[in-house]
């Protein structure tokens, strides 16, 4: 059970990282990609996560929301 909540945890901030290196270099955010990453994060924080993704999607939430 560990080992499967250690890859989840894994597979969520790598998705997250993805949004958050996107989204920095373009200074904005879609909101598609907003409600996702909250979603995203939420389950990453129940599993267990840790602050230096919390500072990312802090960061993120900061952006201006746009529409692609």
Known sequence: ?????IT??????????VIYNSRM???YI??????NLAKLYSN????GGNSFIHNCVDELNELPVRND
Do not use: D, H, P, V
Not at 1 to 5: E, G, T, V
Not at 8 to 17: E, K
Not at 44 to 47: C, D, F, H, I, R
């Open 25 to 27: 270099k373009s200074g």
């Open 8 to 17: 989840l945890q894994a597979g969520l901030r790598n998705s997250i990282l």
């Open 30 to 35: 879609t909101l598609y990609e907003k409600e």
């Open 1 to 5: 059970k560990y080992n499967l909540i």
């Open 44 to 47: 990453y924080t129940s599993l």
